[in-house]
């Protein structure tokens, strides 16, 4: 499956934005699927993921009540609503899948990944 993550920016901290990840290829619908994200010289780290249906996610602990994950098979798309965002939150996110078609927060069950859209945010 290819993925497409877009919706990135510079935004003041308390500011929201919307990222985007479409898919291509496969059937999506079969797919379990997360957010990372990696800031300069910090390792990917799990942000968030839904499972195939959508009916259970997961959640890092610093994004739980600001962050929402969705997504629509219709569209083949999955996104990432972030809300009262905060400068560490500044990272290069990047959507990824897994074929195991739950929830996972493991970035090693994840095989397929995007190119990654620039989250700035500024204090």
């Known amino acids: 499956v290819q993925l497409q993550a877009s919706g990135g920016g510079l935004v003041q901290a308390g500011g929201s934005l919307r990222l985007s990840c479409a898919a291509s290829g496969r059937t999506f619908s079969n797919y379990g699927m997360g ?13 968030a993921a839904i499972n195939w249906s959508g009916d259970s996610t997961r959640y890092l602990d610093s994004v739980k ?7 629509d ?12 965002l905060k400068p560490e939150d500044t990272a290069l996110y990047y959507c990824a899948a ?5 929830a996972t927060m493991d970035r090693y069950r994840y095989y397929y990944w995007g190119q990654g859209t620039q989250v700035t945010v500024s204090s």
Request: aromatic share 14%.
């Open 73 to 84: 098979n219709a569209k083949n798309t999955v996104y990432l609503q972030m809300n009262s």
């Open 35 to 47: 957010w990372f994200r990696q800031g300069l010289g910090n390792e990917r780290r799990f942000v």
């Open 98 to 102: 897994t074929s195991a078609g739950g």
């Open 65 to 71: 009540g600001r962050f929402t994950i969705s997504r």
